[in-house]
Nanobody
Framework: VQLQASGGGAVQPGGSLRLACAASGRTFGSTMAWLRQPAGEEREFVGAIRWRGGSAYTTHYTASVKGRFTISRDNAKITMYLQMSSLKPEDTAVYYC????????????????????WGQGTQVTVSS
């Protein structure tokens, strides 16, 4: 599985951005996620889209982005999206997309070790 993230940039507080993660290789049935790493800090979980069988998926978010960020997936394009709204300066980070080949349990979604495949990061800067 190869992942390619895009869509980062600079935006003012309150603005919106959409990130995309294009995947190649076997991604059907995998759990995909977005994680971010602010400068000088550890990588942290943002959200994930988890396969539940057939064409069913569930989404999960860290508390700080719930209600502002939305993860979606287009299987035809083999692409995952992160729609970010009401952006805040504390959302500034390098954003990474990642995938797990298995079907990890819910409690492991926020663990970076869950994901064996990573895209390169894309910078998001929220500043006035």
């Amino acid at each position: 599985v190869q992942l390619q993230a895009s869509g980062g940039g600079a935006v003012q507080p309150g603005g919106s951005l959409r990130l995309a993660c294009a995947a190649s290789g076997r991604t059907f049935g995998s759990t995909m996620a977005w994680l971010r790493q602010p400068a000088g800090e550890e990588r942290e979980f943002v959200g994930a889209i988890r396969w539940r069988g057939g064409s069913a998926y569930t989404t999960h978010y860290t508390a700080s982005v719930k209600g502002r960020f939305t993860i979606s997936r287009d299987n035809a394009k083999i692409t995952m999206y992160l729609q970010m709204s009401s952006l805040k300066p504390e959302d500034t980070a390098v954003y990474y997309c990642a995938a797990s080949s298995g079907n990890p349990i819910l409690s492991s979604l926020s663990n970076t070790d869950t994901y064996g495949y990573w895209g390169q990061g894309t910078q998001v800067t929220v500043s006035s």
